[in-house]
């Protein structure tokens, strides 16, 4: 259970006081590591004992504890091994046979996984626009899709807002209460907010995932996720999921990653910061075809965004004027940003999403999505200036 001494914290100040040791004279300010397989043990085990490292250890705890204090849940967070072993945890929701509805500018290996979902298990899985509230709801009923009425409510609705990489921003209260009204659960990537920036469990969500290897962590030198619930029934079947699948994150990984979620509230402002910065000088460029970001006035997603977060987010989507190879263009002229897949990190990165065979067809071939870090904003935006420079 989560410590009630967080109650009533700013999201601020819980990144550095959550999940921290008992204080007592002589303790330490950090939980250690502890570097154990297996635990001592005889008899019938308690329900809480420390049996086997598969199925819990205590430097998990912190990280548990602090990061379920963030989103608002007093059950602790599940840590697994990557961002897509929490994700299939949730997914293991939808039962074979059943329906999943997530959006079409989703992560592309939860798009992959989905299909694999259908293939061997039978679901159905229907691609929907996140930010066209009516047609998903229409979706998860069932009704209006592909010319069938009649199939019945979709078992989960998979949610990403702002979308990758799109940044297309959804109506998550809508969406959970319609899809709730329908029956169906609601699972939600916060990947790209965070809970700094947005908590959906506190929109009524049933499930939440973060692929921690990004800003929660924070330094691109872990692979994490994790998955949380309000629900002590959902959360008891997440926990059976990663303890038989054994998807489960080596000790030292969740210790570095309670360290990167220390600073955890500093890095998302000055990167959002920046990233709003940045996004109003490309939106002005002569060698800049279109940009996306939350915090832009002109962007469809700005009124959701200002609405229902608490910012606007660090990644930036660019289009650049000349297509797919003035984007590689850009990516090679440049020399602060780092060319890389993923993001959340202390250093700007960029890539080409349709670089990739599986991204989706309907993301531009000449998207730029850009994670933002915490450099110096001038510094960013000179090595963007001189590379878009060498495009006109």
Not at 9 to 16: D, G, I, K
Not at 82 to 87: K, P
Not at 349 to 353: F, G
């Given at each position: 259970m989560t410590d009630p001494s967080t109650a009533g914290?700013?999201?601020?100040?819980?990144?550095?006081?959550?999940?921290?040791?008992?204080?007592?004279?002589?303790?330490?300010?950090?939980p250690p590591v502890v570097l154990s397989s297996t635990y001592v043990s005889q008899g019938v085990p308690g329900p809480d004992e420390l049996l086997y490292a598969r199925m819990s250890t205590e430097t998990w705890h912190p990280f548990e504890e602090a990061l379920a204090a963030l989103e608002g849940t007093p059950l602790p967070a599940l840590v697994h091994g990557?961002?897509?072993?929490?994700?299939a945890s949730a997914l293991s929701l939808v039962p074979p046979g059943g329906r999943l509805v997530l959006p079409r500018h989703c992560y592309q290996v939860t798009i992959g996984y989905a299909r694999d979902l259908a293939q061997r298990s039978g679901v159905t899985v229907d691609l929907v626009d996140v930010d066209d509230t009516e047609a998903v709801l229409a979706?998860?009923?069932?009704?209006?899709?592909?010319?069938?009425?009649?199939?019945?409510?979709?078992?989960?609705l998979w949610v990403e807002s702002p979308t990758n990489p799109m940044l297309e921003v959804a109506d998550l209260p809508a969406l959970v209460a319609g899809a709730h009204e329908a029956g169906a659960l609601v699972g939600v990537d916060n990947t790209f907010a965070?809970?700094?920036v947005q908590r959906p469990l506190e929109h009524g969500a049933d499930v939440v995932v973060h692929s921690v290897t990004k800003y929660l962590a924070g330094h691109s030198d872990v692979v994490l996720g994790a998955a949380l619930t309000r629900d002590p029934e959902l959360h008891a079947r997440l926990l059976t999921y990663r303890t038989t699948h054994g998807?489960?994150?080596?000790?030292?990984?969740v210790w570095l990653a309670l360290r990167g979620l220390r600073t955890l509230a500093l890095r998302v402002e000055r990167a959002q910061a920046t990233a709003l910065e940045l996004a109003r000088r490309l939106a002005a460029h002569p060698a800049v075809a279109s940009v996306r970001h939350p915090g832009l006035p002109q962007d469809p997603g700005h009124e959701r965004a200002t609405r229902l977060m608490d910012g606007y987010g660090a990644i930036i989507g660019l289009r650049p004027v000349g297509g797919a190879a003035a984007a590689d263009a850009l990516v090679a002229a440049l020399r602060l940003w780092v060319p890389a897949t993923s993001l959340g990190g202390v250093e700007s990165?960029?890539?080409?999403?349709r670089r990739f065979a599986t991204e989706s067809v309907t993301v531009p071939?000449?998207?730029l999505r850009m994670s933002v870090g915490i450099e110096d904003v001038e510094d960013l935006w000179r090595d963007l200036d001189q590379a878009l420079g060498t495009l006109v």
């Open positions: 914290l700013s999201p601020a100040t819980l990144v550095v006081s959550a999940g921290r040791p008992q204080r007592a004279q002589g303790a330490p300010v950090n990557s961002g897509m072993a929490a994700i979706a998860v009923r069932g009704a209006a899709v592909r010319g069938a009425a009649d199939r019945g409510a979709a078992d989960l965070t809970p700094l998807s489960v994150a080596g000790p030292f990984e990165s960029l890539e080409r999403r071939d000449d998207l």
